[in-house]
Each structure stands twice: as structure tokens, then as C-alpha cells.
């Protein structure tokens, strides 16, 4: 593979500066989904951590590394995961947490950032202006500013996620495909899984997983996929230069941005085989399976893997494919709306 910024090595050792909590995330074949998808499907289920997203992993590698001897103040602008993430990170280490969000964020986002110590500043904007006030507050008050899918830390965290699956398969150092064995079958499966589904929004998760796949495991097809409302950085990817939108129209907050980081896609054009665009409809109908067929209460942007294969019944047919279940921050009023369900109550 032609070099990303990111690096195994460095990746490996991220796992020593991350809570366990956030590691060893459950990947289990979910049957129950498959007859109305048209393939196997296993889950990769990123949810079960105190900040219910799988961005604990990069903000531990952050905390961890300014703890030890960085500024002891932070800034970040996020749409909420990260924000959450990074005031669980900081807290643990005594670092003080300010993030920056649209107050059109999910409020449960919005409150848990809140409750878990972190100073919040929200813009009358999207999620660009956030981006934009964060990096005014670490230059003013001189401070670390956290970039999401920059920092290679984030990037390197969220990466921590393709070893597990790598390792699922049996191999640690597998150099080219290999034919199925019983050594190398994902447990409760029928062979091992073909295909990663990624939701794309900055990146640190797409690039962290595909480098990780494409060094050790260049056999399975990394997909992006990202909603048709909030398409900049697949259409980036399919252009091969930056491409940007005026504007985002999406339930799914998570990966809603309109200006790709050029070093990001830089990487992802080395580590996704594709990326894919899927309509809100089928967004809500991922939601809505995964909560009646897997019992999991998901955000929009967590469905993304299933409205994709939803939308291509035919791609995936006959396939053992994996989709990253990213996060479950939801607002309870808007899952009713749009899913029917009863989501669990907030701890």
C-alpha cells in the first residue's frame, strides 16, 4: 500500500494508552438481519462504551499523550461524539475540556458534553463555524486544539478498531488474501467476512480502519458510505480533489461536513475501495432494523452500513459483510419520530 500518515506501529501502541473500556468491542454475526438484507452481516458494535461512540479511542490517545506532556487545556469543535468523548478523556486526566457546537447539535449530544465537566460554547451555525470558533479560542487562549480526522491521533485511535477486526479473522499479519480455514473463521460464522461498511464523515474513522485493512488484510473491500444530504467528502473521493457543498440536509449530524480536509482524503484515497451515497430513507430503515432485528437504538449515522446495502441488494448479495455500528447518542424525541421505537433511557 503507497504510504498514508498513519502508521501500525504507531497504532499498535495506541492500544496501551486506551482505556480498556473502549477496547475489544463486541463483532458478532447478527442472523436475525440477514433474510431482509440478502447477505451475512456481522456487527461491529462501537456503542458499548460510557461515551456510546466509537470516538473514545481517539480522544484517549489525545488525553494521553497531553497528560503526559502537553498543555493541560484542550479545544474541540464537534457535532457531539467527539465532544463527549473528549470531556470523558479529560476529565480522567485533569485536563480541562472546552468544545465548541452548533446549537442545533442533538441536545442529549449536548447535555452528556455538559454533565461529564466539559465547557461548551455553541455557535449560531453548522458545524463548519464550530470548526472555525475552536481554532479562534486555542489561538486566543493558546491552547491544543484537537482536529478531528487531522490529528493523527484521532486517526490512530479509531484505527485500533481495524486490528480487532484483522484479528477476528484469525490473522495479525496477513500480507494478501488467503482462502478461508477453519483457523481464520469469525466465530458463529460460515467463513470469514469480505467487506467493512465505514460511515464517512471527517474521516479518522474511514482512513483508521481501511489503513489498518489494506496493510493486514488487503482481501477485504472497504467501503465509505455517507449520506446523499452531506456528500463532500464522497464526492471528493470519487473527483480525487476536494470537493465542497454550500450546505448539508441530513438526520445524520455525525458525519455532516461540507469541507473535506485535503491531508484526510489524501489518505482515503489510498485505504476505501469505494464510496457510496444513500438517500435519508434508507438511513431511517437501517435504523429501524437494527432496532427491531438486532435490539440496538442507534444514530442515524450508525445505520449508514445497512441503507447501504438496503440501496444495493445486489452488490452484497451472497456476502459476509461487516458494518461499523458507529454510535448511539440519539435524541429520544427524533428516534421516536423517525424509527416508532422506545430508545433506552440515558444513564
Not at 136 to 153: K, N, P, T
Request: hydrophobic share 45%; aromatic share 4%; with cysteine.
Amino acid at each position: 500500500m503507497t504510504k498514508t500518515r498513519l502508521d501500525i506501529a504507531r497504532i499498535r501502541a495506541a492500544r496501551r494508552l486506551i482505556d480498556p473500556v473502549f477496547l475489544g468491542t463486541p463483532l458478532y454475526r447478527c442472523e436475525a438481519l440477514e433474510p431482509g438484507l440478502g447477505c451475512a452481516v456481522s456487527i461491529k458494535l462501537e456503542t458499548a462504551n460510557p461515551v456510546r461512540s466509537f470516538k473514545g479511542r481517539g480522544t484517549e490517545v489525545v488525553a494521553s499523550l497531553l497528560a503526559e506532556r502537553g498543555p493541560r487545556a484542550v479545544v474541540c469543535a464537534s457535532a457531539g461524539n467527539l465532544g463527549q468523548a473528549l470531556a470523558w478523556s479529560g476529565r480522567g486526566r485533569g485536563l480541562e475540556v472546552t468544545v465548541v457546537a452548533s446549537r442545533f447539535a442533538t441536545v442529549a449530544k449536548l447535555d452528556r458534553i455538559r454533565a461529564l465537566g466539559a465547557r461548551l460554547e455553541l455557535v449560531d451555525g453548522d458545524h463548519e463555524l464550530a470548526r472555525e470558533r475552536a481554532a479562534a479560542i486555542a489561538r486566543y487562549e493558546g491552547i491544543r486544539l484537537v482536529e478531528d480526522s487531522l490529528d493523527l491521533e484521532t486517526c490512530e485511535g479509531a484505527a485500533t478498531i481495524g486490528l480487532e477486526l484483522v484479528e477476528a479473522l484469525g490473522q495479525t499479519e496477513l500480507t494478501e488474501p488467503t482462502e478461508p480455514t477453519e483457523s481464520t473463521e469469525l466465530a458463529g460464522t460460515a467463513r470469514p467476512f469480505d467487506t467493512v461498511l465505514i460511515a464517512l464523515g471527517g474521516g479518522a474513522l474511514a482512513t483508521g480502519v481501511g489503513h489498518v485493512l489494506k496493510a493486514l488484510a488487503p482481501g477485504i473491500e472497504v467501503i465509505c458510505v455517507q449520506p446523499s444530504g452531506a456528500p463532500a467528502m464522497t464526492r471528493s473521493w470519487h473527483a480525487r480533489r476536494v470537493v465542497t457543498t454550500d450546505s448539508t440536509d441530513t438526520i445524520a449530524d455525525g458525519v455532516a461536513g461540507r469541507y473535506p480536509i485535503p491531508a484526510v482524503l489524501d489518505d482515503l484515497l489510498l485505504v476505501a475501495d469505494d464510496a457510496v451515497l444513500v438517500r435519508e430513507a434508507s438511513i431511517v430503515a437501517g435504523m429501524r432494523m437494527l432496532h427491531d432485528h438486532a435490539g440496538l437504538v442507534v444514530e442515524p449515522s450508525a445505520a449508514l452500513g445497512i441503507a447501504a446495502i438496503l440501496e444495493n441488494r445486489d452488490r452484497f448479495a451472497g456476502r459476509h459483510v461487516v458494518t461499523v455500528v458507529c454510535g448511539s447518542n440519539v435524541d429520544a424525541d427524533a428516534y421516536r419520530r423517525w424509527v416508532g421505537g422506545d430508545p433506552v433511557s440515558r444513564s
